[in-house]
């Protein structure tokens, strides 16, 4: 399986196993909006305000049992949870199967099959109670808490919670982002850091950066996709924003291209890559995939010896 082949089938596998959780959102932000509608029925009002009393406040307390029923008891979000949760063994398969192409005697560390575990483990956490309840239920708690100790007007706080729960004409449902970003982070770091971790093991420092380049592509990532080949010592270049020939734009709090976690570091790069969402992948390949102009450049740089071939020199 050559780089590009195994880019593709993991793209399929990734993509396909994130849009088709995704796709159960609307159905997870209808249920919420029905459970939060039932409750507002029972809210005190004067006129057409919100009355500050005990008993609508016991209501924001009320609430949280009745959304972690709308959420995590909902068939459909259960069944398409587990099918991406399978999307973790999925991509093991398909390295397993690419590094097993490069190197005849390749065996899988121990601790891949941990790093699976692992990861699967906290990714459940975040879509389910653990996740949902801080990221989810929390804030609209707090939404109804607010709107209740002010006495704000009925109509202004069934704007606010619907705009919480299904968004508005320009912006995605808080609980569509929220499931949209854990489901893309978790399954793609997953798989960058089961590459990085094979490749220091197999002693693989090149790379092809690849992944479409759509309208909302960051800068950085689009750089990179052209520049397509780069070697592991690149990499604290790469984080002030230079790429190849081209600057790209640094976010002067984080000290990193814009979008990047603002933790990224030389250690870490494969792993979060673009940042937020980012779809595109580092992939580790042996050093006579790369072109030997592009070898003899970067090693140049670095002052890494090299034969007349453009191939590193082993001491």
């Not at 909302?216 to 230079?242: N, Q």
Request: proline content about 5%; glycine content about 6%; overall charge negative.
């Amino acid at each position: 399986m050559t780089p590009n082949e195994h880019l593709r089938a993991l793209t399929k596998a990734i993509d396909g196993a994130i849009d088709a959780f995704i796709e159960a959102t609307p159905e997870i932000e209808h249920s919420v909006m029905l459970g939060i509608e039932r409750l507002l029925r029972e809210i005190q009002l004067t006129n057409d305000s919100v009355k500050v009393t005990v008993e609508n406040l016991r209501l924001v307390a009320k609430m949280r049992s009745q959304l972690e029923l709308a959420i995590l008891e909902n068939p459909k979000y259960q069944a398409a949870l587990g099918n991406y949760m399978d999307a973790f063994k999925d991509v093991t398969v398909l390295h397993t199967r690419y590094f097993d192409g490069l190197f005849a005697d390749y065996k899988a560390a121990p601790l891949l099959a941990e790093l699976e575990k692992q990861t699967a483990i906290a990714t459940v956490h975040m879509l389910t109670r653990g996740g949902m309840s801080s990221n989810v239920i929390d804030p609209i708690q707090d939404i109804l808490r607010k709107n209740i100790t002010t006495g704000t007007k009925y109509t202004d706080l069934v704007k606010s919670i619907r705009e919480f729960v299904d968004g508005r004409p320009d912006e995605l449902g808080h609980i569509h982002r929220y499931v949209k970003q854990v489901a893309t982070d978790a399954l793609r770091q997953f798989s960058s850091q089961y590459m990085d971790i094979a490749s220091q093991d197999l002693g693989l420092d090149w790379f092809q950066y690849d992944g479409d380049v759509i309208q909302h592509t960051r800068p950085f990532c689009e750089a990179m996709v052209a520049k397509r080949w780069y070697h592991r010592l690149e990499i604290p270049t790469l984080l002030t924003g230079k790429v190849g020939e081209k600057q790209v734009g640094i976010n002067a709090d984080t000290n990193r291209p814009y979008g990047m976690y603002p933790i990224t570091n030389k250690d870490n790069f494969h792993i979060y890559r673009g940042g937020y969402n980012c779809r595109h992948t580092p992939i580790p390949v042996p050093e006579d995939y790369v072109p030997q102009e592009i070898r003899i450049k970067i090693y140049t740089t670095f002052n890494v010896p090299f034969d007349n071939e453009g191939f590193k020199m082993v001491a």
